[in-house]
């Protein structure tokens, strides 16, 4: 008797045994498959500077989840937030090189290959968000995606980046004489250098991945960006008033390297502009226009005093930068500023 329980115990190691090793095999196999199919997959790097919780970066993963499901795996979208590949100049010059498929840059950073972009940063060009987009989506954006086009990079849409207000830690600015004397972070842009001189400030071009440590280290007083932006930076730890100026409407290009883009399989690049149409341009602008006020109010929930700008102080301001439009006419030449002309 005891022989025979020993014979059955026996066998159910050996069965057990031979079932484990048979779902390892099987788990092994599925492990393959998964690696292969990965190593298929064509992958495309999409760099930005805004952090995971912007509307930007939350339209760049949707942007990949709808490429990844709708191409069936084919296409794999790495969504790297926060400036972790670099800057905006950095972004744009990986995909020209095509070091990376595509990157979010400001409009302001595409003046390096065309200077006909910085005519979107001029100061007070823009009356409402409806009026830029339809300026975008029009003349405009044809007219500047084809510069894009000449060194080797496609604009699959444009996103909307916010209104631009000033944020500083040495008083409230509700007229052109409060900032003088105030050192001022711009972009590494020379429209937002000449603005900020105009406007009495020491303006001092600073990278968007060191402005927080800036801030903080009191290496300069103020910066201005989108209330949004400013929010999901955490800018409002380091500074102390908001004043809402709306000197600028800030735009951004959804970017792929032209080469990589113009190998893809006809279906594929259905797929991208498809995807990015729907998140990176419609959803974006929508999400980011709708919710400006919110967070002009979250800033002021968490402590940073809201400065308004009175109707007659909004004129002083842009009566103080009006000479750019002379100077930037004779260097942009007339067909964009004639172009914008129209929906101003």
């Given at each position: 008797m005891k022989k025979a329980i020993s014979i059955v115990l026996i066998l159910v190691v050996l069965l057990a045994t031979i079932t484990g090793c048979s779902n390892n095999t099987t788990n092994d196999t599925q492990s393959n498959t998964d690696t292969q199919t990965k190593k298929d997959a064509i992958i495309i790097k999409y760099g930005l500077i805004a952090p995971e919780s912007h509307s930007q970066t939350q339209a760049a993963f949707k942007f990949a989840q709808h490429v990844e499901e709708k191409s069936q795996g084919e296409l794999k979208v790495e969504v790297y937030p926060n400036a972790l590949l670099g800057g905006d100049v950095q972004l744009t010059e990986a995909v020209a090189l095509g070091t990376i498929q595509?990157?979010?840059?400001?409009?302001?950073?595409?003046?390096?290959?065309?200077?006909?972009?910085?005519?979107?940063?001029?100061?007070?060009?823009?009356?409402?968000?409806?009026?830029?987009?339809?300026?975008?989506?029009?003349?405009?954006?044809?007219?500047?995606?084809?510069?894009?086009?000449?060194?080797?990079?496609?604009?699959?849409?444009?996103?909307?980046?916010?209104?631009?207000?000033?944020?500083?830690?040495?008083?409230?600015i509700t007229q052109p004489e409060d900032l003088k004397g105030v050192k001022m972070r711009v972009m590494e842009s020379p429209i937002f250098i000449d603005m900020f001189t105009l406007l009495g400030t020491n303006p001092t071009p600073i990278s968007f991945g060191e402005l927080f440590t800036a801030l903080q280290q009191k290496t300069v007083d103020g910066q201005e960006n989108a209330a949004s932006l400013i929010y999901d930076s955490k800018f409002q730890e380091v500074q102390k008033y908001i004043s809402l100026t709306k000197h600028v409407y800030g735009f951004c290009a959804n970017i792929i390297n032209l080469d990589f883009y113009n190998q893809?399989?006809?279906?594929?690049?259905?797929?991208?502009?498809?995807?990015?149409?729907?998140?990176?341009?419609?959803?974006?602008?929508?999400?980011?226009?709708?919710?400006?006020?919110?967070?002009?109010?979250?800033?002021?929930?968490?402590?940073?005093?809201?400065?308004e700008v009175s109707e007659e102080n909004y004129k002083k301001f842009a009566a103080a930068v009006e000479p750019m439009y002379e100077k930037y006419r004779k260097e942009m030449g007339n067909e964009i500023f004639d172009l914008l002309e129209k929906y101003r």
């Open positions: 595509m990157a979010l840059p400001s409009t302001s950073t595409l003046v390096m290959y065309s200077p006909m972009f910085g005519a979107l940063d001029m100061p007070f060009m823009f009356s409402s968000t409806e009026k830029a987009f339809n300026a975008l989506e029009g003349e405009v954006g044809q007219l500047l995606n084809g510069e894009l086009e000449k060194v080797g990079i496609k604009n699959t849409g444009y996103s909307f980046n916010g209104i631009r207000n000033i944020t500083n830690n040495v008083r409230p893809l399989s006809n279906e594929h690049k259905s797929i991208i502009d498809e995807a990015a149409e729907l998140w990176l341009v419609d959803w974006q602008i929508a999400e980011e226009d709708g919710n400006d006020a919110n967070y002009v109010q979250k800033l002021q929930d968490d402590g940073m005093e809201v400065n």
